[in-house]
């Protein structure tokens, strides 16, 4: 079981990008999925997720009302979509799928790099 990730690359600065994480080999239905992001030289923060038990998405305060995760079930993807990008937020993004109970697991994509610059 494992996670593909896809879509990142370089862009300009004011651009957008749309991140996709496809599971393979499980379900993320009752998971909460998240995705992550590490700078250079810094550790790994949460960017944004949503809570499997009511649905909820909660985001970083310094991605709010630029970036947007949804999910598609029927698919097993999970998505980032990212406007307004600046260097800031040059990072190599991870996606993770968390379900603490049993049957528990905790499975990170492999990360892809998105790098804003002009």
């Known amino acids: 079981a494992h996670f593909v990730e896809s879509g990142g690359g370089l862009v300009q600065p004011g651009g957008s990008l749309r991140l996709s994480c496809a599971a393979s080999g499980f379900t993320f239905i009752r998971a909460d999925v998240s995705w992550y992001r590490q700078a250079p030289g810094k550790g790994r923060e949460f960017v944004a997720g949503?809570?499997?038990?009511?649905?909820?998405?909660n985001y970083a305060d310094s991605v709010k009302g630029r970036f947007t995760i949804s999910l598609d079930y029927a698919k097993s993807t999970v998505y980032l979509q990212m406007n307004t990008l600046s260097p800031d937020d040059t990072a190599v993004y991870y996606c993770?799928?968390?379900?603490?109970?049993?049957?528990?697991?905790?499975?990170w994509g492999q990360g892809t790099q998105v790098t804003v610059s002009p």
């Open positions: 949503v809570i499997r038990v009511s649905g909820r998405t």
């Open positions: 993770n799928a968390k379900r603490e109970m049993f049957p528990s697991y905790d499975y």
